[in-house]
């Protein structure tokens, strides 16, 4: 035989092949052999008998159950495995997609962003492993037995399947989640949250058909080859690694906790990376493609169109859920009117108080930051003056032990009490004046406007730590004068807004701080412990104040939202503040009116309907402001946190209450010799009434009082609220001997 | 013949495409385990593929084993065929592995001899008649005795119609050496049928 083929031989094969209906008597005898040869294995006729009539059946059940001997997880596995090769757009698969990113998107609202990233990360890395199992496992068979060879993933081009559908399921999830997260972002939609999970189901699911179906065309056309695969491969990766940046940015996970930072490697340059290596791949596909173009133009032209048509129904579903997730209506209008004569009222009256008798007019050039700035200053010498005062007032918060610095130098300490102290009469005078109104000077306004924080409480801090010093130096009266100048400092800021409020709770938290080792190591006699009762009484805040504060509170930022609706903002804060902020100016003009007024009803409902909880003191919301968006403006930017606001309140009622009593129990014991067996046998004359544990979730008529126990020669004086595990962390608060006095005496000593 | 895989009968473009198309459809079928999806892929491809691994084998026992671990392949690794549309190729490819594995595995007992063929000794031998046979049977066992790479090639070409192309794409070889090998394994066809003459 020849192993070396003629040209004329290789044709005449050729020709045998390629021309029909050949006649033997055209050709010579070795093509007349070539055509019996045909003939004979074409003809069915001469083939032996050979499979039996039920070949299909009996091989069918034979190959099924041979199929099912193998190794369970190998049945499995391939089982699993037919799941992902169901046509996406089959009904079948429809379905399937359906569930698998119902449950992808319910995940994804359930559990934070990051774990949405490990979950595909999981996916991509799970998918693989599962893969690689299932070629391993599998029989030795007729083809190459080499482990690539049976894994086409382990291609870069068999990652078409994988890449693309973890990038899309990613970027719907991401969507999905976005919307079913817009409760976090606006009010009114907090309001209606109850579709949101559902429509983020939703989003989740049509985003996704809408990308496959979008970018079928382009695989299709990578799968046939009309540009490398391979860029199909990295254009997906470089999506996943932008959506990865986005996940990490948006949750504000630090990148040098993956320790990428160490490597010098920031998140910019990833992010960098990845839009370079999706250009480089798109470019190079451009630039590859065939020269007659048209399966290429033809693919971009459908996914274009592809992406326009998803596109629409998309905007249109966001549309309708815009047009239905916002406010419509104002409960309560009666109330709300009535809200808004009663703060304008109180508003022209505290206008009306005239400036020297209003104790702030004297502390305004220091306490406000608009008066300190020196570019718009009339009169730079003066503001140089009043930051000089602000400055050694401040620096009376070296003078309370919590920030006291051990290495300081003494003589330095002794020059920051001396400065200090030559600023007090200052401070004597303001809290001297009958009015102390905030309105009166400047409105209402938003919480960066109100008097300078810091300064307010380092000079209680100072106070704090004068009256503590004179109290080691035996000089009680000394002291007690000290700690009733603060008490009353730190109940003047006026409970005008929220935020006042809360810098009032705090100074007053710090003022109190001393009380009770005044009471069992000052050796006060009657008569001071009476001028501290009586000093207690009249610093308390009242439980009205809450209820006063929040309601001009919701008129100051309803105020505002209503120029924000009118697009008037009638300068001031308001425009700077608008200005100011960059998301917020953003947000300011694309959103329209509609929004707006949106948010502003949203706003006002969730509020009024908190009246009677403000009034009652009773089981405060439990809205925190971190599970407020930054981009809510209203809840985020506008007003403080509104819920802890409400607990210190009510704790700062609590506490009031239990220091006249832990007064009144010394006074009992100093008249009586010994403390008394019940709380009863304080009232009327040490005691105008029992104290109320306000702390307390009930409303105000079942709230208990403090709970009081005789303990030998001491007492126990307890509070006992759910309340203080968010606040303190601890099931009970103790007053008296064994409580808060212990712990400050232990900083102490 | 319409429900069946016809191969070297069907010429015509459409009865082709067809036949592809229920093809496609079944293995899409098989691909989901659709329950009674493998009966119907057997019994519509069973008699194409019976013939070519009769072609590579010669003998029909052998022929039926090839099949049944060819199937059972299918039903394994129908997961791993990305496009139903190519099916009928990577059918044929199983089938022809299968058979030279089972050729390899038995070589020793497999009795090629055409003498000792059962089902070729019980032909008639009379006459005109008898002289056709005889050059049927010569052709015929000239035939299994060639090398399996030359039977396999000329089975796919003539009993199962494949174009260059398709047969390119199930022997995993480059076009050219396709048509290369095709020729080959005729003259050695010719060749050894000639020496049987002389």
Known sequence: ?749 | MSATLTMGEMTGQERTTAASGELEELARRLQLRDEGALEALIARTESACYRLAYSITSDSELSRDALQEAYFLVFQRIGQLREPAAFKGWLFRIVSHCCHDILRRRRREVQTDFEEREDLQALPEEGDLAEEVTRAQKIRSTFAALPEIDRTALALREVCSMSYEEMSRVLDVPLGTVRSRLAKARQRFIDAYKGVNR
């Not at chain 1, 990233?117 to 068979?141: D, H, I, M, N, Q």
């Not at chain 1, 969507?175 to 209606?192: C, E, N, T, Y």
């Not at chain 1, 490398?228 to 504000?252: D, F, T």
Request: proline share 5%; with cysteine.
């Open chain 1, 1 to 749: 035989m020849t192993d070396e083929m003629s040209p004329e031989f290789l044709a005449f094969s050729e020709m045998l092949d390629q021309e029909d209906g050949l006649k033997p008597e055209s050709l010579d005898s070795d093509g007349r052999l070539l055509l019996e040869l045909r003939q004979e294995l074409r003809d069915t006729a001469t083939l032996p008998a050979g499979l039996p009539s039920d070949f299909a059946r009996t091989t069918a059940t034979a190959v099924t159950a041979r199929f099912h001997a193998q190794s369970p997880l190998v049945s499995r596995l391939v089982r699993w495995e037919s799941l992902l090769r169901v046509p996406i757009f089959s009904p079948r698969g429809l379905g399937l997609s359906a569930i698998l990113i119902s449950l992808f998107g319910l995940a994804a609202r359930l559990l934070s962003l990051k774990m949405l990233a490990l979950g595909g990360a999981l996916l991509l890395v799970g998918t693989v492993v599962l893969k690689a199992l299932y070629a391993w496992r599998l029989p030795e068979s007729f083809e190459s037995s080499s482990f690539r060879s049976r894994m086409p993933e382990l291609r870069i081009p068999g990652l078409y399947y994988l890449l693309p559908l973890v990038a899309i399921a990613l970027t719907s999830g991401l969507v999905g989640r976005g919307v079913a997260g817009l409760d976090q972002v606006s009010l009114s939609f907090r309001a209606s949250s109850g579709i949101l999970p559902l429509a983020g189901l939703a989003t989740t699911v049509v985003t996704f058909l809408w990308l496959v179906n979008a970018f079928t065309p382009l695989w299709r056309a990578a799968e046939q080859r009309v540009f490398p695969a391979q860029l199909v491969v990295w254009g997906h990766g470089a999506w996943l690694g932008m959506l990865a940046w986005l996940y990490l940015e948006s949750n504000h996970v630090d990148m040098s906790s993956f320790g990428l930072r160490g490597f010098g490697i920031p998140e910019q340059t990833l992010l960098g990376i990845a839009m370079i290596t999706a250009l480089v791949a798109w470019v190079a596909a451009w630039r590859r493609r065939p020269p007659d173009k048209t399966p290429w133009l033809k693919a971009l032209r459908r996914s274009f169109v592809g992406f326009l048509v998803g596109v629409a129904p998309l905007f249109l579903a966001g549309a309708l859920l815009f047009r239905f997730g916002l406010t419509q209506e104002l409960r309560h209008e009666g109330f709300y009117r009535e809200m808004v004569r009663e703060v304008e009222d109180y508003a022209a009256r505290q206008r009306a108080i005239p400036a020297e008798q209003n104790g702030i007019t004297e502390l305004k050039p220091f306490f406000f930051r608009s008066e300190l700035d020196m570019d718009k200053a009339v009169d730079k010498n003066k503001v140089r003056q009043a930051a000089e005062v602000a400055k050694r007032l401040k620096m009376g918060s070296l003078l309370w032990r919590e920030n006291a610095d051990e290495s300081q130098k003494k003589e330095d300490k002794g020059r920051v009490r001396a400065d200090f102290l030559r600023e007090l009469p200052r401070i004597e005078s303001a809290i001297s004046k009958p009015y102390f109104s905030y309105v009166s000077h400047q409105n209402f306004s938003l919480q960066d406007e109100v008097p300078n924080f810091i300064l307010c409480r380092a000079i209680t801090q100072g106070l704090a730590g004068l009256s503590n010093e004179a109290l080691q130096a035996g000089d009680s009266e000394k002291a007690l004068d000290y700690l009733r100048m603060n008490l009353s400092w730190s109940s003047k800021i006026s409970n005008d807004s929220l935020i006042c409020l809360m810098i009032s709770v705090a100074q007053r938290s710090i003022a109190t701080l001393d009380v009770e080792r005044f009471v069992f190591e000052g050796d006060l006699s009657s008569n001071q412990l009476s001028r501290l009762a009586e000093a207690l009484r009249e610093t308390a805040p009242r439980r009205g104040d809450l209820k006063d504060t929040m309601l001009r509170e919701t008129y100051t930022v309803d105020k505002f939202l209503r120029q924000v609706v009118d697009r008037h903002l009638d300068g001031g804060s308001w425009t700077k503040f608008v200005e100011g902020d960059g998301d917020w100016s953003m947000l300011y003009h694309i959103l329209p009116s509609s929004y707006w007024e949106s948010e502003r009803l949203a706003y006002l409902n969730l509020q009024l309907d908190q009246s009677k909880t403000w009034e009652d003191l009773g089981n405060p919301n439990t809205l925190d402001i971190d599970e407020i968006l930054m981009m809510n403006v209203v809840a985020a930017q506008v007003t403080p946190n509104f819920s802890r606001a409400q607990v210190q309140f009510m704790r700062m009622l609590t506490r009031f209450a239990a220091l006249e009593t832990v007064v009144a129990l010394e006074r009992y014991r100093l008249d009586q010799g010994a403390y008394p067996p019940n709380l009863d046998a304080l009232v009327p004359k040490y005691l105008n009434e029992l104290p109320k544990d306000a702390i307390h979730p009930n409303r105000w008529e079942y709230k208990p009082n403090l709970s009081y126990r005789k303990t030998g020669a001491k007492y126990e004086l307890v509070s006992e609220s759910p309340l203080y595990r968010n606040i303190k962390l601890a099931p009970r608060q103790l007053f008296g001997p064994d409580g808060d006095y212990e712990e400050a005496k232990a900083k102490i000593h």
